[in-house]
């Protein structure tokens, strides 16, 4: 089992950052694949970031360039790094971990609001 919970969520401006993390605790070992997702009221879940099967950190669009995902092995923690927040990033992010039996497991969501 893994148990994921994400902080930093919050309000802020358009144009504005933020930092999003998702600690892990549990079977860390057995975690091969790591994202996080924003789901939108009344959009499906979406994929925004995630690392490659070698650890290369990507994002998707319309993030891309916008948004960082990285790691800290040492505090089984990831981050994604936000900037030039804009309205239509207003979401629920999740933190999402895929462990070598392919369970996937979910934190519970931290609301991210951008609105001026």
């Known amino acids: 089992q893994v148990q994921l919970v994400e902080s930093g969520g919050g309000s802020v401006q358009p144009g504005g950052s933020l930092r999003l993390s998702c600690t892990a605790s549990g079977s860390i070992p057995s975690v091969n694949h790591m994202a996080w997702f924003r789901q939108a009221p009344g959009k499906q879940r979406e994929m925004v970031a995630a690392?490659?099967?070698?650890?290369?950190?990507y994002s998707v669009d319309p993030v891309q360039g916008r948004f960082t995902i990285s790691g800290d092995n040492a505090r089984n923690t990831i981050y994604l790094q936000m900037n030039s927040l804009a309205p239509e990033d207003t979401a629920v992010y999740y933190c999402t971990a895929v462990d070598r039996s392919k369970t996937q497991y979910w934190g519970q969501g931290t609301q991210v609001t951008v609105s001026s």
């Open positions: 690392f490659t099967d070698d650890g290369s950190p």
